[in-house]
């Protein structure tokens, strides 16, 4: 708060300021008792931020891949035994997955809704990979994808792709989120608002009670096994909402 100093200058002709009345005298200082109020502290109220409100799945893949919450089934390798866990960035030792292009981890009956988020940290290997997704869906929610060599991409399908590139990016470590309000879908790198893109299908209905399966690390063929693109690198802190997060939710979850 800044302070505010008011200096009184000397008076140079001291009768004429002796010739004011009291009652002038008094009306002035009662004015000048005020003045402190004027530059009273006010405090700033920022918006409650509730980052469970809406949350329907979380994956903190520290060291297995329990749903965090229990409100969901646990995530599970499509290859049995061969899930591995890495440093996550903060640095503590197995608490991030890491995917090693030997398998991928399959996450089933997300709730899906008109309008998603989905929010996560994500470190790719190496920008040599051919272009393919490191969360995938088949339909109507938000998904990321590693595509000309080191842009991190949000996307969505209806089936229709469209997608927002990050730009360049380093092999670090980098939160991702993307929103889908059945018409646009906004994309976030690190806190910051990256862009947006409007779906060329837009307005599909949702069933009542629809659930989505989502692959995490590889990518198979549209309602088959055949793996069509493996993904090397890391991901922690996976987060599925049926809302739409604010700028401010996400930058939030960002300094978590």
Not at 68 to 84: C, Q, R, S, W
Not at 89 to 100: E, K, L, P, V
Request: proline fraction near 5%; glycine fraction near 8%; charged fraction near 15%.
């Amino acid at each position: 708060m800044k302070k505010h100093i008011i200096i009184f200058a000397a008076a140079i002709a001291p009768l004429a300021f002796f010739s004011c009345s009291k009652e002038k005298i008094e009306t002035q200082q009662k004015d000048n008792s005020a003045q402190p109020n004027e530059f009273a502290f006010k405090p700033v109220f920022k918006p409650f931020i509730n980052l469970d409100s809406g949350l329907v799945a979380r994956y903190e893949f520290d060291a297995n891949l329990k749903e965090y919450n229990g409100k969901l089934a646990d995530a599970v390798p499509n290859i049995p035994g061969y899930d591995t866990y890495t440093v996550d960035r903060r640095g503590a030792t197995n608490s991030a997955i890491h995917f090693t292009g030997r398998y991928g981890v399959d996450i089933s009956k997300i709730p899906l809704s008109s309008n998603m988020s989905v929010s996560l940290w994500a470190k790719y290997d190496n920008t040599w990979q051919p272009d393919n997704y490191f969360l995938w869906n088949f339909w109507l929610s938000p998904q990321f994808g590693q595509f000309y060599g080191d842009n991190l991409c949000g996307v969505i399908t209806t089936p229709q792709t469209a997608g927002v590139p990050s730009g360049s990016v380093d092999g670090n470590w980098h939160h991702l989120v993307a929103t889908y309000d059945g018409k646009t879908l906004a994309y976030y790198v690190d806190g910051e608002f990256v862009g947006s893109i409007l779906n060329p299908n837009q307005g599909l209905p949702i069933p009542q009670g629809a659930t989505i399966a989502y692959q995490a690390g590889y990518q198979t063929a549209l309602g088959g096994k055949f793996v069509t693109s493996r993904w090397f690198g890391s991901m922690d802190d996976l987060r599925f909402y049926t809302r739409i997060l604010s700028a401010q939710e996400v930058k939030a979850l960002y300094t978590l």
